[in-house]
């Protein structure tokens, strides 16, 4: 597993509990070192191994610690730039839905060999999206609630979301729009003025 993807289970554990839960996860994971190298490749089993004393540290499931960490990469200060990547996609939610199409290719062309799941986002009906990602982990599924679920918060949208059953190396995550203006949205400025607290002018 990329580097990225280890350093970002660590970062949010950093972040959101402390270093002190960092390295009860370390030691109960048997790694052998401290942090993870974000631009190293390493065996699936660590990430593994990772996710499975992070669930026993925290007292949460699998899934849920998963989608925590979806929600950190887009909500927490230190994450900004995936933030505006997400951000500069889109005017609305249903904009940023719509170029999930394209992030492996974009997230490549910053790290090239990160391998990301192969997303192709459905119209199921009028409000109603389900977004599908191929690949041979099923960490991102759950991962990518958390993202989504954090996106439509950032643009003040309310949605109902559900991870689909993973069939055939395929994770399936359904997307209803309850209300595309259901709040202000976090403010957001092209220039890179971005506040975490300023809310988008009425």
């Known amino acids: 597993?990329?580097?990225?993807?280890?350093?970002?289970?660590?970062?949010?554990?950093?972040?959101?509990?402390?270093?002190?839960?960092?390295?009860?996860?370390?030691?109960?994971?048997?790694?052998?070192?401290?942090?993870?190298?974000?631009?190293?490749?390493?065996?699936?089993?660590?990430?593994?191994?990772?996710?499975?004393?992070?669930?026993?540290?925290?007292?949460?499931?699998?899934?849920?610690?998963?989608?925590?960490?979806?929600i950190y990469l887009v909500s927490h200060p230190n994450t900004q730039a995936l933030r505006r990547l997400l951000r500069f996609a889109g005017t609305d939610f249903t904009d940023f839905l719509h170029s999930l199409d394209d992030l492996p290719d974009r997230a490549r062309m910053a790290v090239p060999d990160l391998d990301l799941p192969t997303m192709r986002l459905r119209d199921v009906e009028p409000f109603h999206f389900a977004l599908d990602l191929t690949g041979p982990h099923d960490v991102f599924g759950h991962v990518f609630v958390g993202i989504i679920r954090a996106m439509a918060d950032d643009y003040g949208t309310l949605v109902l979301l559900e991870h689909l059953e993973r069939q055939a190396g395929r994770d399936t995550i359904s997307i209803r729009v309850i209300d595309a203006n259901f709040a202000d949205g976090r403010a957001f400025d092209l220039a890179g003025q971005v506040s975490g607290d300023q809310k988008v002018a009425e």
């Not at 993807?5 to 959101?16: A, H, K, T, Y």
């Not at 996860?25 to 089993?45: C, H, I, K, Q, R």
């Open 1 to 70: 597993m990329h580097g990225l993807v280890n350093r970002s289970i660590e970062c949010f554990v950093r972040d959101s509990y402390g270093a002190e839960s960092w390295d009860r996860v370390v030691s109960a994971a048997n790694l052998g070192f401290s942090t993870f190298e974000a631009m190293l490749s390493y065996p699936d089993s660590k990430t593994f191994d990772v996710l499975q004393a992070v669930t026993q540290q925290l007292g949460k499931p699998r899934d849920v610690v998963l989608e925590d960490v979806g």
